[in-house]
């Protein structure tokens, strides 16, 4: 059983950058594949990023492209997603997820751990 929790998040003003933090126990954190999903208030969670195993592959949502980056640090088990030039849009919580699957994985139904989230608010 892996167990993955999230830091990082908090109030940040529009064009301003914060980085979130995925630190994953439990498992061989270098076996998953790794994502970073979001929910805004009132809709679904959508995928922002995901990285492969070995951190060779990425992809991301076209929204936040040119402007988030994922990485990971297998040694540390931890994940992360640079945010930069933020957006009041951005304005949600965070999930980080992992998956068995060694590669970058948009789709959360194929994610099997998911963390408890943290809030990133962006005002205008």
């Known amino acids: 059983q892996v167990q993955l929790v999230e830091s990082g998040g908090g109030l940040v003003q529009a064009g301003g950058s914060l980085r979130l933090s995925c630190a994953a126990s439990g498992g061989t954190f270098s076996n998953y594949g790794m994502g970073w999903f979001r929910q805004a208030p009132g809709k679904e969670r959508v995928f922002v990023a995901t990285i492969s195993s070995t951190g060779g592959s990425a992809a991301y949502a076209d929204s936040v492209k040119g402007r988030f980056t994922i990485s990971r640090d297998n040694a540390k088990n931890t994940v992360y997603l640079q945010m930069n030039s933020l957006k009041p849009e951005d304005t949600a919580v965070y999930y980080c997820?992992?998956?068995?699957?060694?590669?970058?994985?948009?789709?959360?139904?194929?994610?099997?751990?998911w963390g408890q989230g943290t809030q990133v608010t962006v005002s205008s």
């Open positions: 997820a992992a998956t068995k699957l060694a590669i970058k994985v948009a789709l959360q139904r194929l994610y099997d751990y």
